[in-house]
């Protein structure tokens, strides 16, 4: 037993020493490196644990000798050394990740194609930690000979089994399978500008299950990844971060169009917010005693829009008020009561000599068609047209 112990100790112990001088020599090259000083700082645990447990091990295998509980230890053993190597592989695999994702900058003005990265590499550092998780849990349990004996029996009931799991999980599957395919459809990216359930907002977080989106008023709207490949929703960022949006006002039909025309053009090149791309006033409208006049601009993002489209509104509104008062929307009335003439009387009203333009089912031509066609047999008011005529 104290031979156990003291080969215990001594690759322990090595195997620490021999762990440490691989982290310190891998730290100093990392400092002109960015793979290695990601290497260095995740991998360092796991990779300590691994060669530690791997030592034990074959120290406990080798030079141990024969001592009470042996198979038990060695058992043991052979489960840290699965779980530290699963954990290792988890590592190296987030580190290369990592190093993907920095070569790509979020927070730039062109960042299409590095949301979409980032959204693929999210998405698949899930499914990856999954997927290592699984295989672990699955290697270990077969280390058991129990297990690999109802391994047999359950391979049998298969085809059973995996018809009662698919119809208990259809909801979860289907959202898995969905988030998989928002990875690489470009549907939607992480940081994208979406409207959703009437919402506006940006994609903060995808999961394989979730979307979360974080609205303007930084509340957050958790939808199933389903949502997104079943029901519309607007992507105001798909192909690029630049995006157009309007400010309407309504004036009065003695409204200048040129100097406010003018004005919008003034408030767009003296702000940060307009990327020089749109910047047009029309009048969309004429009718209810007012002309709705719509200014179209644009921004480079999403954010930048919407304070330009208040700034625009804003001094468009103090413009009109300030320098053409009398412009601003009125209602008008008519309090005077006067008997309608005789020239817009109804034809009804007419009298029999009234002229046929004058009168849509009477007259002659296609006046005696229409009430023919639009007249029933049994009608008084056809009745009494035609006992008129005659």
């Known amino acids: 037993m104290l031979n156990a112990l003291l080969a215990v ?18 730290k100093r090259l990392g400092r002109r490196s960015t793979l290695l000083n990601d290497l260095a700082t995740t991998a360092h645990r796991p990779f300590l644990a691994t060669l530690t447990a791997f030592a034990v091990q074959q120290a406990v295998r080798g030079l141990a000798g024969d001592f009470p509980g042996r198979d ?15 954990w290792l592989v988890g590592a190296l695999l987030l580190v290369l990740e990592d190093v993907a994702l920095a070569r790509w900058r979020v927070d730039v003005p062109d960042n299409l194609r590095a949301r979409r990265l980032r959204t693929q590499v999210v998405m698949l550092r899930r499914v990856t930690v999954a997927g290592i998780v699984v295989l672990t849990a699955g290697v270990m349990l077969m280390t058991f000979p129990a297990v690999r004996a109802l391994g047999v029996s359950v391979l049998a009931s298969a085809g059973l089994v995996s018809v009662i799991a698919a119809l208990a999980a259809q909801s979860t599957l289907g959202n898995v399978i969905a988030g998989l395919q928002l990875a690489f459809s470009d549907a939607v990216r992480i940081d994208d500008v979406v409207v959703v359930e009437g919402e506006w907002g940006r994609i903060e977080e995808m999961t394989l299950t979730y979307v979360a989106v974080q609205i303007w008023d930084d509340r957050r709207l ?5 949502y997104f490949t079943t029901k519309p929703f607007q992507n105001w960022t798909r192909t690029d971060s630049a995006v157009l949006g309007t400010a309407e006002i309504d004036v009065d039909w003695s409204a200048p169009v040129e100097p406010l025309r003018a004005e919008l ?4 090149e003296g702000t940060e917010l307009w990327d020089g791309r749109v910047c047009v006033l029309q ?10 006049l719509r200014a179209l601009v644009s921004a480079g993002d999403a954010g930048s829009l919407w304070d330009l489209r208040c700034l625009v509104r804003e001094r468009l509104v103090a413009w009109v008020f300030e320098h053409r008062s009398d412009s601003l929307p009125r209602l008008r009335a008519d309090v005077a009561t006067a008997e309608p003439s005789a020239a817009i009387r109804p034809a009804r009203e007419a009298g029999p000599d009234a002229p046929d333009d004058a009168r849509v089912f009477g007259g002659a031509g296609d006046g005696e068609e229409r009430a023919a066609t639009f007249g029933g047999p049994d009608e008084p008011a056809r009745a009494s047209t035609s006992g008129m005529r005659q």
């Open 9 to 26: 100790v001594i690759a322990a112990g090595s195997a620490i020493i021999l762990a440490e001088i691989l982290h310190r020599i891998v």
């Open 283 to 292: 009048v969309t409208d004429a009718v209810g005693g007012m002309i709705r």
């Open 222 to 226: 958790i939808l199933p990844t389903s």
């Open 265 to 268: 053009r003034a408030v767009c």
């Open 72 to 86: 038990r230890v060695l058992h043991g053993l052979v489960l840290l050394v699965i779980a530290s190597l699963a």
